[in-house]
């Protein structure tokens, strides 16, 4: 089991150096434009100097990178001005222009397992995500994302994700295809005017009865990527129900009125019946290398909602199985 790194960066000149330039990280906001691969960047204002171009000028700042590693950035739309456009390499320099750059992550791992599309048009796109693979680049994947791959797959830059499920859940994500109906589509989750459902493998509670709901206030843990319950207004809320009884494990219908980071994994081990291959929850396993034979039992499975530009109502399902 692989762990979240808190930053990712490239090496930044000390701020008491003349002509420092700022640097910091930036989320952009799904409704801008976004490079070939990414959703995360570090942002340089570039400093005072000589060059021509904002390629010369990266260069020189970041003088252990190999300039043909920021030609290669610039080629893949990797290179973003403030607005979130990309920009190529014979960009004028200026100085005290901002510039948005996404990073390379050397020995990035390859998932091997690949993407199926459930649904296509001009406005969405439904994908059902394989264990493993993370939704945008974090951590030590900056290229094997869904995005990534969805945007090659479909030749589509504005490919944006509407919301995320964890690197190690499977199951089905949807995705903004189109800039214009973008902010309707985000209104469903914002509004909670979807309706998501899970499944997940857990050990058996027979002492408790079925259908229950579980509420509980999140917050976060130690260490920095955990989640953790805490006495206070509940600020979580999941539906629980059996599918289906087995002698060493029961297979749970779980239904998220919120959307908390591992909500799902935190509730399930609050009750005592920690999702299998869970090594985040209840307690921490020791770092390892991802075992693709060992999933985290927790998919997806099914998104329900009455489209917002068409006005007809939207059943998604995965087929993907644990």
Request: charged share 25%.
């Amino acid at each position: 089991m692989t762990r979240p790194r808190r930053h990712d960066s490239l090496p930044q000149r000390p701020a008491s150096m003349p002509g420092a330039a700022l640097h910091n990280s930036v989320m952009f906001d799904s409704s801008t434009s976004r490079p070939a691969h990414a959703a995360r960047a570090s942002t340089l204002q570039l400093p005072p100097g000589p060059w021509a171009t904002v390629l010369d000028c990266l260069c020189a700042h970041f003088p252990g990178i190999p300039r043909a590693q920021w030609i290669n950035r610039f080629a893949e739309r990797r290179i973003l001005d403030l607005n979130g456009s990309a920009i190529d390499d014979t960009h004028p320099y200026r100085t005290g222009m901002t510039v948005h750059y996404f990073r390379d992550v050397p020995g990035e791992p390859r998932i091997p397992f690949e993407v199926s599309l459930v649904h296509v048009d001009r406005d969405l796109v439904v994908a059902d995500k394989p264990h493993f693979l993370p939704v945008v680049p974090a951590g030590r994947f900056a290229r094997e994302t869904l995005l990534q791959r969805l945007e090659q797959l479909l030749d589509n830059a504005d490919l944006a994700p509407l919301h995320r499920i964890d690197r190690g859940t499977a199951g089905l994500v949807m995705f903004s295809a189109n800039r214009e109906s973008r902010p309707a589509y985000q209104a469903l989750f914002r509004n909670r005017s979807i309706d998501k459902g899970y499944e997940a493998v857990a050990a058996p509670l027979p002492q408790l009865e079925f259908p229950l709901v579980r509420r509980s206030r999140l917050i976060p843990g130690e260490p920095f990527f955990r989640m953790c319950e805490v006495d206070g207004p509940a600020n979580s809320e999941t539906r629980i129900d059996v599918i289906e009884r087995e002698a060493g494990h029961w297979r749970y219908a779980l239904n998220p009125l919120t959307g908390r980071k591992h909500q799902l994994r935190v509730h399930m081990a609050a009750l005592g019946a920690a999702i299998v291959n869970d090594g985040f929850y209840p307690t921490l396993a020791e770092e390892s290398e991802d075992d693709f034979g060992r999933p985290l039992k927790l998919l997806a499975r099914s998104l329900r909602f009455v489209d917002p530009v068409s006005g007809r109502e939207r059943h998604f399902e995965s087929q993907r199985t644990l």
